[in-house]
Structure formats: C-alpha cells, structure tokens
C-alpha cells in the first residue's frame, strides 16, 4: 500500500476530464509507484519539466526567422550524425518521412543541405551538410553555448555554478546503462 493511501496524483491524467475515462492508467501508474520514495519521484518530475523548458529555451536562442523548428532540428540532426537517407531521419526525429521530405526539400532550397547517391546503394540518397549548411550549424551551436555560459556566469555565484557542475556528474549516471 502507498504511504498516500493509494491515491490517485493530482498531476495524474486521469485526473483531467479528458482522460477521466480512462484512469486506469494513473492507478497503474500510481501503483509502480509502491517502492520508490516520494523525493525520488518529485526529482524525476522537476527535472523532466526542467530538462524541458532549458531545451526549448536554448533552441529559441539561436532559432533564424528563416527555419522552422523542424528545419533547424534535421539540420541540426544531419550536423551531428553526418550523412544519412531522409527515412533515417524521419525515424530519428519521430516524423513520417512524408513531412521529413518536406523539410529537407526546403533546407535545400536554402543551401544548406545537398542530396547524393549512397554509395553503397545508387537507390538511395544520403543526406549531406553543404558549407553553408555546416556554418549554420556551427554559429547556432556556438550562439547556444555562449548563452548558456552567459546565463550561468550572470545568474549563479561561483559557488551555485560549482553545485551545478557536481549535480552534471549525478546526473550523469543517469545516461549510463
């Protein structure tokens, strides 16, 4: 039994009237709660919804009037992991390759991206950075950056930026398998 009595969360979507009919799911939800501490499911929320808006906030900084987020997210896809086919990108960024077409066809018409027979299979294309592409992507990540280092230079003493940098390597284990 939950040390709250087996209730239901108040952040729990069943508890909305859009998904009041279908509660089961925060029950269940609630229910695999059982052994984990409440400061340890509060941390998991708090940092999700913080890993969210810090992520949505550093995509604005360096987001040209020109692009459309989903333009600046494949292209910035394509400078990280280097040639790939539009169907890999779909998948990577959760998209139907209908629409990733779509985007790539507009980033090629800004110069920013080339298309080109794989070689290993003359039927499909990989997608490439052009040099605009890649001073694009460069300038956007170094604009990110120095935001980042601004905002924490600005809004944390030396000694909250070192409690930073030692939650970073906490936080790490998390990514490890």
Not at 90 to 103: H, I
Request: hydrophobic share 35%.
């Amino acid at each position: 039994m939950r040390s709250d009595g087996g209730r239901v969360p108040d952040n729990c979507p069943g508890k909305t009237e859009q998904f009041r009919l279908d509660s089961f799911c925060c029950r269940s939800y609630a229910d695999g709660m059982d052994h984990i501490s409440d400061s340890a499911v509060r941390a998991a929320r708090d940092l999700r919804v913080v890993f969210s808006r810090l992520r949505r906030r550093i995509r604005e900084i360096a987001q040209d009037a020109d692009l459309t987020p989903s333009q600046e997210s494949a292209l910035t896809l394509v400078g990280k992991h280097g040639a790939a086919t539009a169907s890999a990108l779909a998948a990577a960024e959760g998209v139907r390759p209908q629409s990733m077409a779509t985007t790539l066809a507009a980033l090629e018409q800004h110069g920013l991206i080339r298309r080109a027979p794989d070689p290993d299979d003359g039927r499909r294309q990989l997608v490439t950075l052009t040099d605009a592409g890649r001073a694009r992507v460069e300038g956007n990540k170094q604009v990110r950056e120095e935001w980042l280092a601004r905002a924490f230079q600005d809004r944390f003493t030396a000694e909250e930026r070192e409690a930073v940098l030692r939650a970073l390597e906490l936080m790490d284990r998390l990514s490890q398998p």
